[in-house]
């Protein structure tokens, strides 16, 4: 951190800090401090868990994974009768998205929405922890990493930087986001306060000259970026366009995002989480568009596809990229489940996003094309898409500092 | 860090270590010494802890705490889990006094018996009639005859009292209920509406209390007695290191409780299987753990049947096979570790020697039973240990000497407890030293305990004040700081949610991190401090904090209790 940024930063939070800056002024000291006005924001949802790729991004065309799931596949998108409301809905004719996410297909259709299958980490390991911490770290292999590869992507600015310019919505700050350059965590924006003026300012005196360096660190961000939240707090929200998040702790997470974003408080990175993928049993209910999986995706696709729909035209300088720390097992277990795998999919939407396509090389579902004998092949790296939309971000081109010893190969999703 | 330390010292020891300051293994001083040890054996110190510790002898008052059935337990503690009846009963038994909605319809069809308790059963009785009305009214089936009919409180209570329980505060309100006869008692709360019950919490007796609670739903009440009792105990229980140790092992063999039948399993779970061992052999905690449904459940293996065993008859069409959850997890969380040298093929064919390690009944709080028909019968071959064909159980007992015996866990479990009583990042020198004693006690927990308490590491100054509370630790530390008298504990470990570490229900197998860095950021301290201010100034419901109580509140103990030196022990 430069004494420059320092000097910049406080004086500029000074006049904020007050409580009586005008919404004009915290925009034009953090939005419009470099040409360009608007900063491009990247928004990363890590779906905890391990979701089943092959089940949300089915590849309907190969024969084998029919074969593989007798009992938790999803049926071919030319199903018919009562079968079709269960059926998959066709992408390109062998890929089709599970039926719970149907609001997703506009943003496909609209070419604003790309998949890219047979993905992920090509570290081993099945352990949930290791696998996040590695994906969230961007150097699989590596646990001796200390930041996140998002952190690491925020452009190292000479001037104002915003004090929320990379945020996690929930109670913890995750892995993706610790790192050198501020970053805060918030539950709800409205909540993002101390609710009493007189002690938050000795609150803050004590966290400001703590000898604790971390609790300095994170009192000075915190009270900055509570500073800077103080104007959108008390605003209601409407979400644009008619859109209707889910009521869920994912579709809170992505409706404040959306609010952060066109509050225009100098965010630049975003981060939310959703848990609860791990289906080792009954992963499908008797039909597949009913049970664990098919729920969680209609929340999951819900949100995404109310975000897309509240943001309209300024999803032209958003993108949104998914991922989860591997994929399922290509055959199904004992009971109706699917076990720990490698690939998975992984989703980015967006203005910029050439969308429309599924990336990447499929591998096929034979027994002999499979990881190990059991998985899905992994024959894309996550750091080659994750770095080709942080190069599109805010002019961070410096990838070998985000992926040390590695040097992602551009898929052209931008 | 080094400054933080010698900012509490006055400026003689100051000068006096200050070079040994310079090096984070120098051994504190006498003075802080007690600190350190209330900080780590305790959800904190209460006033007047350090000076009994003191008068004890710090020496003396670790092997007590080391000893827990030698300290008697603190009374106010014991009369407030006696309210808890739930924590006393088995799986079966929660089932059958606090059943959710279906299980009550299996009772009125005779299918399972009722509550045993006539005054529950009336009240589980009415419950049911409101959801099936609900249900009719919901335009689908009506009711079916002959079920019981809900009723409207305006057919229970004239006009004046639905008013008076409308508009009192909390104790008029109260008062106004108590005064009716009993069975319209009883009535009332089946046809009051959540809010009205809200409303009354505050000033219920804590009888009243369940009853309200049941009301909103009975399996309600076994969630919060187990949340409640893990605060109150935090707070008040003599046992402090027992406690904390219930807490660290529980964590570590970590069970979600919104997993189905896992609502009703992990009370006896962390009373039977957890809480006897937390001072034993890990071997023996291991084996409670592996045998307990509540594992069985959480991590799928009840289901889990060799490949090679033909689907039996009353099995229908429902597909069976191997279920590799708990197998990997077992190696990779509960015993080795991740490093810990197993491979893809060992965690398959330790699943398989669980199979048939089952669950008789898991709905209904069913106990562990191994099923032979659905082991794999096979020979199996776990980390280079041959385990012949036809085993059977006896194929899980060897699963678990093999691992609790390999060295590999030894070193995982006590950088674990390391890291959650020493530091962050534990020495390997300390760490080595504490597997050493694992390995030659036969995986003996005290005796680890005592070689960590007896480390130069726990008492150095690299260690003193290093980490950060986690949620838990924070707002138990905080009520016993101040003293707080704690009436009922919901708000407490609501609060506790909301710093991020919902009891009980942390959903992946991992459990919380030991790691200060895990509770270190924006939204915590934000919520830390609110929380401080709020319990100083007496507005967290269930909890009375003597104190400055003026027109105008002093902030001055919630400013220390949110302060950053608060936020560490």
């Known amino acids: 951190m430069s004494t420059r940024r320092i000097f910049l930063r406080n004086s500029a939070l000074a006049m904020v800090g007050m409580g009586s800056a005008p919404m004009w002024l915290t925009r034009a000291l953090y939005a419009k401090d470099e040409p360009g006005a608007r900063k491009k924001v990247l928004v990363a949802i890590f779906q905890r868990g391990a979701a089943d790729g092959l089940n949300v991004v089915v590849p309907h065309g190969e024969k084998a994974y029919y074969g593989l799931r007798p009992t938790i596949s999803v049926p071919r998108p030319s199903a018919g009768g009562d079968r079709q409301q269960d059926a998959a809905i066709d992408l390109d004719g062998f890929f089709g998205l599970h039926p719970s996410l149907a609001p997703l297909k506009p943003l496909w259709d609209k070419q604003h929405l790309a998949i890219v299958d047979a993905v992920g980490s090509p570290d081993p390991t099945r352990s949930h922890f290791d696998a996040q911490d590695y994906m969230e770290s961007g150097t699989p292999g590596l646990k001796a990493t200390d930041s996140g590869w998002m952190n690491r992507s925020l452009p190292k600015s000479a001037g104002k930087v915003s004090p929320v310019r990379a945020v996690a919505l929930g109670a913890t700050l995750p892995r993706t986001l610790r790192g050198s350059e501020a970053a805060i965590s918030l539950q709800s924006i409205g909540n993002f306060q101390v609710k009493n003026a007189a002690a938050a300012k000795q609150f803050e005196d004590m966290y400001m000259n703590s000898k604790d360096a971390r609790l300095q660190a994170t009192g000075r961000e915190t009270f900055e970026a509570v500073s800077m939240l103080q104007a959108i707090q008390r605003q209601s929200y409407t979400p644009a366009n008619g859109a209707e998040y889910p009521r869920s702790k994912f579709g809170d997470s992505l409706r404040q995002i959306a609010q952060l974003i066109k509050s225009e408080v100098g965010m630049e990175m975003a981060f939310a989480d959703v848990g609860g993928w791990d289906h080792h049993v009954n992963e499908l209910g008797a039909r597949a568009s009913e049970g664990q999986l098919a729920n969680m995706l209609r929340d999951y696709g819900g949100a995404l596809a109310a975000f897309w729909q509240d943001m309209g035209d ?101 | 860090m080094r400054r933080a330390a010698l900012g509490v010292l006055g400026t003689i020891v100051c000068l006096a270590t200050f070079s040994a300051a310079a090096n984070k293994n120098a051994q504190i001083p006498k003075d802080q010494r007690i600190t350190q040890a209330l900080n780590r054996l305790t959800f904190g110190a209460r006033p007047g802890d350090a000076a009994a510790v003191r008068a004890m002898g710090l020496k003396k008052w670790i092997d007590l705490q080391l000893h827990p059935e030698r300290i008697p337990e603190n009374p106010l503690l014991e009369a407030k889990l006696k309210e808890l009846d739930t924590l006393r009963m088995s799986s079966e038994e929660l089932v059958r006094n606090y059943p959710t909605p279906q299980m009550v319809k299996q009772m009125m069809a005779g299918q399972m018996p009722f509550p045993t308790d006539p005054e529950r059963r009336v009240l589980i009785e009415k419950l049911v009639a409101k959801y099936e009305n609900k249900q009719a009214a919901g335009g689908t089936t009506p009711p079916p005859p002959g079920a019981p009919q809900a009723q409207a409180l305006r057919d229970i209570l004239s006009p004046e009292q639905i008013r008076a329980l409308r508009q009192g505060t909390p104790e008029q309100r109260v008062a106004m209920f108590q005064a009716l006869p009993l069975e319209k008692q009883v009535d009332a709360i089946g046809a009051m509406g ?300 609501n609060q506790v949610a909301q710093l991020g570490e919902p009891l009980y229900r942390k959903q992946e197998p991992t459990g919380y991190s030991n790691s200060s860095q895990e509770w270190l950021n924006s939204a915590g301290l934000v919520a830390r401090m609110n929380f401080a201010l709020q319990l100083a100034d007496n507005k967290v419901p269930g909890v009375k904090v003597e104190g400055p109580q003026a027109a105008k509140p002093d902030d001055a103990q919630g400013i220390a209790l949110g302060s950053p030196e608060f936020q560490k022990r």
Request: hydrophobic share 40%; with cysteine.
């Open chain 2, 194 to 493: 959540a809010p009205m019950r809200q409303a009354m919490f505050a000033a219920a007796p804590p009888e009243l209390r369940r009853k309200l609670i049941l009301a909103n739903g009975p399996q309600q009440v076994v969630q919060r007695d187990l949340t409640d009792a893990k605060m109150l105990r935090a707070i008040y229980s003599n046992r402090q290191l027992d406690e904390v140790l219930v807490d660290f092992w529980f964590n570590h063999f970590n069970i979600y409780l919104d997993k189905g039948a896992d609502r009703y399993l992990v009370t006896e779970y962390e009373r039977e299987a957890i809480r006897p061992h937390v001072l034993g052999k890990f071997r023996d905690l291991l084996e409670a753990t592996a045998k307990s449904p509540a594992m069985l459940f959480y991590l799928d293996n009840w289901q889990s049947v060799g490949a090679n065993v033909p689907a039996g008859r009353s099995q229908g069409n429902r597909r069976r096979g191997l279920n590799e959850n708990y197998g990997r997890e077992l190696l990779e969380l509960h015993t080795l570790g991740v490093d810990g040298g197993y491979t893809q093929k060992d965690v398959t064919e330790v699943a398989r020697c669980f199979t048939g390690w089952t669950i008789n009944q898991p709905q209904r709080g069913g106990k562990f039973t191994f099923a032979p028909r659905q082991h794999d019968n096979g020979e199996k071959v776990v980390l280079g240990v041959t385990i012949p064909a036809g085993g059977g159980m006896e194929d899980g007992e060897k699963v678990l000497d093999i691992v609790a015996h390999n060295p590999a866990t030894a070193r995982f479990i006590s950088r674990k407890l390391a890291q959650r009583f020493v530091a962050d990042e534990p020495a390997a020198s300390l760490v080595d030293a504490m597997a050493q004693t694992f390995v030659k006690s036969d995986g003996d927990i005290r005796a680890v305990l005592t070689a960590m308490f007896n480390s130069k590491e726990f008492w150095s100054v690299g260690a003193y004040r290093s980490k950060m509370k986690s949620p838990l630790e924070m707002v138990a530390s905080a009520v016993r700081a101040v003293n707080g008298d704690v009436d009922y504990a919901f708000a407490l470990t």
């Open chain 1, 314 to 414: 300024r999803m032209s300088d958003v993108t949104v990229v998914t991922m989860s720390e591997f994929g399922r097992t290509a055959h199904e277990n004992g009971n109706r489940g699917t076990d720990h795998g490698h690939a998975n999919c992984m989703f980015a939407m967006g203005g910029d996003v050439k969308g429309g396509k599924v990336y990447g090389k499929w591998p096929g579902l034979e027994k002999e094309q499979l990881y190990e004998g059991r998985d899905l092949a992994l024959t894309t790296d996550f750091r080659d898409v994750l770095g080709e939309l942080v190069a599109n971000q805010a002019g961070n081109a410096k990838l070998q500092g985000v992926f040390p010893g590695y040097a992602p190969k551009f898929l052209g999703l931008v």
